[in-house]
């Protein structure tokens, strides 16, 4: 493509000459190269004048050349076709030659441009009304599927094994505690430094052990444990089902008469309905850590005391609330990742997209729930 010479390469160069009356010669010389400035194409334009009825090239001072070359002359030979001039190019580096013919092969078409369709706002709505109509379904019938499974588990007629549900039960529980102890602590920290700066004004600091204590208890350490598991435990089972459903795995326990519902759903969403009202006490737990941290570290209240307000401050109704809470959690991320891994397509982008989506849905699945059950418990006075 290219020519080596051991001094620098002289500048592109563009002139013409008239070796016949009605042909004319364009010839190159110097470095065609990118980077490099070359001559203006109105220069040719002026040379192409309506006499001429055939074109050749001469490249014999032509030093260096590549792609910037190859898109000059075709310039050159789509002005000449639009004029009717004849066009040789015998004069040209054989390089260029291929490289002219490849990109002419194939011409374009003129429709092949994808026509940009301006859709109505109707039309719009009416298409995300179609989706989420086709999603609700879809959801419904995922959500039919696995109580039927439930049934059948019930009745010792479900089809999974055993070792697949202590495996789960490892990484849903196990696996998870430095991850939820570390973000449950940080959370009763800041939760006690915030309301310690805003009860110190009226010398209630002492308070700081309610605060900490019915927050983490009722809500906080259910939400969190909720949406550290949405995270790390249902985009798990997104990814894991996803590319089951790529590699065909699911189709083929379908041809063998085995239901994935049973076989791969059921035990990874017992997994975490067992493990999750667990990881709520315990995230209560290190969150009143966090709590007591700063109570005794930072506000000089006796470690009795503080402990004795949070038992006075905490009821019973509280934690059972929290511990349903996280229970209703449980059922939320694992159905989200389960269904989501199901409904995954069948390339490996499909994959990354369910493990996305897995987690979306199962973070606004844990507040909206969080939401509703604040306002049941509202509604009955459990406040």
């Known amino acids: 493509m290219s020519s080596s010479n051991s001094g620098p390469s002289a500048p592109a160069g563009l002139s013409f000459s008239r070796p016949a009356p009605d042909t004319l010669c364009v010839r190159f010389g110097g470095a065609w190269k990118l980077g490099s400035r070359r001559p203006a194409f109105s220069e040719f334009e002026k040379a192409l004048t309506p006499d001429v009825r055939r074109l050749v090239f001469d490249t014999d001072g032509l030093e260096d050349w590549d792609s910037l070359l190859v898109t000059y002359v075709l310039r050159i030979v789509k002005s000449c076709r639009a004029r009717d001039v004849a066009v040789d190019q015998g004069g040209l580096p054989e390089g260029a030659r291929r490289l002219i013919a490849l990109s002419t092969a194939v011409p374009r078409r003129k429709d092949a441009a994808r026509k940009v369709t301006k859709r109505s706002f109707l039309f719009i709505v009416g298409e995300d009304t179609r989706a989420f109509v086709l999603a609700a379904r879809d959801m419904l019938t995922f959500i039919g599927e696995v109580s039927v499974a439930f049934a059948r588990l019930v009745r010792g007629r479900a089809r999974f094994r055993a070792g697949d549900l202590g495996l789960f039960i490892m990484e849903c529980g196990a696996e998870a505690l430095p991850i939820v102890s570390l973000i449950s602590l940080l959370v009763g920290l800041i939760l006690a430094f915030v309301g310690a700066v805003q009860l110190a004004v009226f010398g209630a600091q002492i308070y700081v052990a309610d605060l900490v204590g019915i927050a983490m208890v009722r809500v906080l350490g259910a939400v969190m444990a909720g949406i550290i598991m949405a995270g790390r435990t249902g985009s798990s089972f997104a990814a894991q ?12 326990l379908q041809t063998l008469g085995i239901s994935p519902i049973e076989f791969l759903v059921l035990p990874r969403m017992l997994a975490l309905i067992v493990m999750m009202p667990l990881l709520g006490i315990y995230s209560d737990l ?24 949070t038992q006075n401050a905490v009821r019973l109704t509280d934690f059972w609330i929290g511990v349903f809470t996280a229970a209703v959690f449980g059922v939320l991320v694992s159905l989200s990742g389960c269904l ?8 490996s982008a499909a994959v990354g997209q369910a493990t996305t989506s897995a987690v979306v849905t199962g973070i606004v699945a844990i507040i909206v729930a969080t939401s509703l059950i604040t306002i049941a418990c509202n509604m009955v006075g459990l406040n």
């Open 340 to 347: 989501r891994g199901m409904q995954c397509g069948r390339d």
């Open 286 to 309: 290190m969150g009143i850590l966090g709590g007591v941290i700063v109570g005794v570290g930072m506000l000089d209240i006796n470690l009795m005391e503080y402990l004795h307000q």
């Open 241 to 252: 089902l996803g590319t089951m459903q790529v590699n065909e795995e699911i189709d083929a």
